[in-house]
C-alpha cells in the first residue's frame, strides 16, 4: 500500500506451506531408489541389509533392523541389522522382554510405536539395561503381521532422545510394506532351492535311472546313473 506522501507503508502478499508436500516428494524419491536398489537381489541377506542401511542412512539415525517377533517362545529375533559407525551390532536372538513389557510388545505387534526417550518412558523402564547396552535411547517401529502369531516390525533408533515426526512413522510403514513381501518371495525361492538339491541329492545315490521327458521328448529331469549309464550332460 502507498500511503498519500508516496512512501509504501504496508505490503500484503500470500504464503503456502509447501513442507508436507515436498515430505511426500522425498519419500517417493527414497522408496523409488530402494525398490530400484533392491530389484536385482534374491537373498533374503542382501535384501534386508541394503534396506536397513538405506533407511537408517535416509534417517540420520545410529541404527535400523528388522525384528521378528515370537511371542510363544518368548523370544525376538534381529539378523543383519545396520548400525552407524561407532554402535555396538544389535544382531541376535533375544528373550522378548528383555526390551519391553508384555503390554508394549501387544502394541509393537498391532501399530506405530515411538519413544523419544526410554530413560523418561514409563514403558520402557523395565528394559533399560538392554537399551543403554545397545547405545539406544529413541526409538520407533511399525509392523508387518504376517500368517499366524508371528509379526516382524522394521526398527529405527537413535543414540539421543528423538521428536518422531509423522513423516517418520509413516516412512516406516511404506518401507516395511514393499520390502518384508520380498524378503518372503526370497525365503521360499531358497527353500524350493533346498529342496530340490536334496531331491538330486537322494536321486543320484538311488541304484536305479530316473529320468523325465515331458511331450516334447526333452529331458526336465536325469538322475546321476542314468546320464552315467546313457552319456548324457546335466
Not at 498519500?4 to 508436500?21: F, L, Q, Y
Not at 539395561?129 to 508371528?150: D, L, T, V, Y
Not at 523325465?212 to 526333452?218: A, G, K, L, R
Request: glycine residues 6%.
Amino acid at each position: 500500500l502507498i500511503g498519500v506522501n508516496g512512501e509504501v507503508e504496508a505490503v500484503t502478499g500470500i504464503t503456502r506451506d509447501v513442507t508436507e508436500r515436498k515430505r511426500v516428494e522425498e519419500r517417493a524419491l527414497f522408496l523409488t531408489e530402494l525398490m530400484g536398489r533392491l530389484t536385482p537381489l534374491y537373498r533374503e541377506k542382501d535384501i534386508v541389509s541394503s534396506t536397513v542401511e538405506a533407511l537408517g542412512k535416509h534417517l540420520n539415525a545410529s541404527r535400523c533392523y528388522f525384528v521378528e517377533c515370537h511371542p510363544d517362545e518368548d523370544r525376538i529375533t534381529i539378523a543383519n541389522a545396520w548400525s552407524a559407525p561407532g554402535q555396538k551390532d544389535n544382531s541376535g536372538t533375544f528373550p522378548l522382554h528383555d526390551f519391553a513389557d508384555t503390554q508394549l510388545w501387544q502394541k509393537v505387534e498391532t501399530g506405530a510405536v515411538m519413544v523419544e526417550d526410554v530413560e523418561k518412558d514409563p514403558r520402557t523402564a523395565p528394559a533399560l539395561e538392554r537399551f543403554h547396552e545397545f547405545g539406544i535411547r529413541s526409538w520407533a517401529s511399525h509392523p508387518f503381521k504376517e500368517s499366524g502369531k508371528r509379526t516382524v516390525t522394521l526398527a529405527v533408533a537413535f543414540s539421543e532422545p528423538h521428536q518422531w515426526l509423522p513423516w517418520e512413522a509413516s516412512l516406516l510403514d511404506h518401507v516395511i510394506a514393499r520390502v518384508w513381501p520380498l524378503v518372503g518371495r526370497a525365503r521360499s525361492e531358497a527353500a524350493l532351492r533346498e529342496s530340490r538339491r536334496r531331491l538330486r541329492m537322494v536321486s543320484d545315490h538311488v541304484p536305479a535311472l530316473i529320468g523325465y521327458v515331458d511331450q516334447d521328448e526333452v529331458f526336465q529331469f536325469a538322475n546321476g546313473r542314468y546320464t552315467e549309464w546313457f552319456g548324457l550332460t546335466t
